[in-house]
């Protein structure tokens, strides 16, 4: 009868609290393991989100840089310009059974936003001055097209005459430019150690 008894009998007490304790310790250690990879997850997203919109400015750049006009055209005006959070160029318009035309394109920084502007189409130099003034003064109303956030800074230098220097904020009439081979954008974003740097070619020959 004893050893019936013996083995009908259940958990003691503390035998209970042990387990419900290392059941507790196992949901604690679970979740922890399961937040972290979820927040590692959302890191990630956010990382692969920001080098994609980088990627796609980068193109639209290098887009805009395939069509920018020669000063020839331009009649030795300026055809770039960049300052604080702003960078300016001058490309031709090729549509067709439509004349080559020219137009302002503005990648500016406002609030952490990097933004892309560009003016309508003109083939006429006056006017076009008109449209570059906007666009170095930051009067013009053109809406601009967002291609990344969390953007602090943005800097552009110029290949030329064998090393790298800082573009004109204004125009500098007629002065003496040799071979522009190539353009650096600097982006600094929110949150990054380092700058990410990209090098377009240019091959231009003023």
Do not use: C
């Not at 590692?40 to 692969?48: G, H, P, V």
């Not at 666009?135 to 230098?157: F, K, Y």
């Amino acid at each position: 009868m004893m050893q019936a008894s013996s083995r009908r009998r259940g958990f003691t007490l503390i035998e209970l609290l042990v387990a419900v304790a290392v059941l507790a310790i196992v949901a604690v250690l679970g979740w922890r393991g399961l937040d972290g990879i979820v927040r590692s997850r959302q890191a990630l997203t956010e990382q692969m989100e920001q080098t994609r919109g980088i990627q796609l400015a980068f193109a639209q750049l290098q887009s805009d840089l395939d069509h920018l006009a020669l000063r020839k055209q331009l009649r030795s005006r300026e055809n770039m310009s960049a300052d604080t959070g702003r960078f300016a160029l001058v490309r031709t318009v090729l549509e067709e059974g439509e004349p080559t035309r020219l137009q302002v394109v503005t990648y500016r920084i406002v609030d952490g936003v990097l933004t892309r502007r560009e003016s309508l189409p003109t083939r006429d130099l006056l006017r076009l001055d008109i449209l570059w003034q906007a666009a170095l003064n930051n009067t013009d109303d053109i809406p601009g097209v967002v291609l990344q956030s969390a953007v602090d800074t943005m800097a552009a230098r110029i290949w030329r005459d064998g090393g790298w220097q800082p573009i004109p904020a204004e125009a500098q009439g007629t002065q003496d430019v040799q071979d522009r081979l190539g353009l650096e954008l600097t982006l600094q974003m929110r949150g990054q150690t380092g700058p990410l740097v990209k090098v377009f070619m240019l091959g231009e020959k003023n």
